[in-house]
């Protein structure tokens, strides 16, 4: 639920002063606050902004990988992010096979924008008799910039890439 607070500002920044309730009789408490896109530190125990900051965002990244592999084949790996992102995000996808088959690529979401695509070549490294997925991991590089935070998301397995 949303609450709201007053000031005795009508821009607020640094110097200014959050109140509870009607008037600007009630200072709120030390902590942080936010209107949805900047973020207050209050501190001094009087409702005083010490700081303006804007709010850190979470981009969740989920990842797409073949559910299946043979050797010698071209492959499709995927990602996409909630939101676009504001500077290259390379992730790194490794591929497990059930019969210890291997492979990996790194798939490039470009800066402002949200799903990029990038083939693997399972080379001698998979069964020729194929192998189903047993596991993946993911690293995501960089994990933030500027004020957005990268989180690796979920895991989907593909026959068509979503982008």
Do not use: H, K, R
């Not at 990602?79 to 995000?89: D, E, G, I, K, M």
């Not at 194929?130 to 596991?135: A, L, T």
């Amino acid at each position: 639920m949303a609450q709201f607070y007053n000031s005795n500002c009508s821009t607020i920044n640094t110097g200014c002063y959050l109140y509870n309730g009607p008037g600007l009789t009630n200072p709120v408490a030390n902590g942080y606050y936010s209107d949805g896109s900047n973020c207050y530190t209050v501190t001094g125990g009087s409702g005083y902004i010490s700081n303006v900051s804007v709010c850190s965002t979470f981009v969740t990244i989920d990842y797409y990988v073949p559910y299946y592999a043979i050797c010698y084949n071209n492959y499709t790996f995927a990602a996409t992010s909630t939101t676009n992102v504001n500077t290259n995000v390379n992730v790194e996808i490794y591929w497990n096979g059930d019969l210890s088959g291997f492979m990996s690529t790194t798939v490039t979401i470009a800066n402002g924008t949200s799903c990029n695509t990038a083939n693997a070549y399972s080379g001698g490294g998979i069964s020729c008799f194929g192998e189903n997925i047993s596991s993946t991991s993911v690293i995501l590089d960089p994990s933030a910039f500027g004020n957005q935070i990268f989180q690796v998301g979920n895991e989907y397995s593909i026959g068509l890439a979503p982008c």
